[in-house]
Every structure is written in structure tokens, then in C-alpha cells.
């Protein structure tokens, strides 16, 4: 015997574990662990980053350097596309 034939005469589609498909959405996009780690969104919409060259081999960098360092930055125009689609965003 055939299995269950709907309208159109051809069997409904069916994924591995043989259950019917119900709904043809896009699954739900992952944020990346570690681009959450290192960014934070502000009010206006902006990408928030913490500055490199300040977490070890300190003692060979002058303290106003440092000073300058500990500051956030932004995210570069050319690579807000790249960290909004690591973050889920757009």
C-alpha cells in the first residue's frame, strides 16, 4: 500500500527523522560567543570595542599610553557590516 498521497498526488516532505515538515521558515541566527564577549551596542546604535596592546607586556609602554589605551572605542565603518552579522544584528 502507498503511504497517505496528498492533492497533487505526491508525497509530503519529510526531513531525517521521517516527521512532516510543517513550516518553511529560516532558522533563527546564532550569536557568536565570542563577539559577545567583545562588543556592546550603544543608545544611537553605534559598536563599542575595547582597545588592543593593554593586557600584558605593560612594563615597556609608557604610561600615557596605557592611559590612552584603557578608553573604548568604536567600531570602524568598514567592519560594523561584519560584527552586526557576528552579533545577530542584521
Given at each position: 500500500m502507498h503511504p497517505i498521497i496528498s492533492g497533487n498526488g505526491r508525497k509530503p516532505k519529510t526531513d531525517i527523522d521521517n516527521k512532516t515538515i510543517k513550516s518553511k521558515t529560516m532558522p533563527k541566527l546564532k550569536t557568536k560567543s565570542g563577539a559577545k564577549k567583545r562588543f556592546a551596542l550603544t543608545g544611537s546604535g553605534k559598536i563599542k570595542r575595547k582597545n588592543a596592546y593593554k593586557s600584558h607586556i605593560l612594563t615597556k609602554k609608557e604610561t600615557k599610553q596605557k592611559r590612552?589605551?584603557?578608553?573604548?572605542?568604536?567600531?570602524?565603518?568598514?567592519?560594523?557590516?561584519?560584527?552586526?552579522?557576528?552579533?545577530?544584528?542584521?
Open positions: 590612552n589605551l584603557t578608553t573604548t572605542s568604536y567600531v570602524a565603518k568598514v567592519d560594523e557590516k561584519s560584527v552586526q552579522r557576528q552579533l545577530a544584528i542584521k
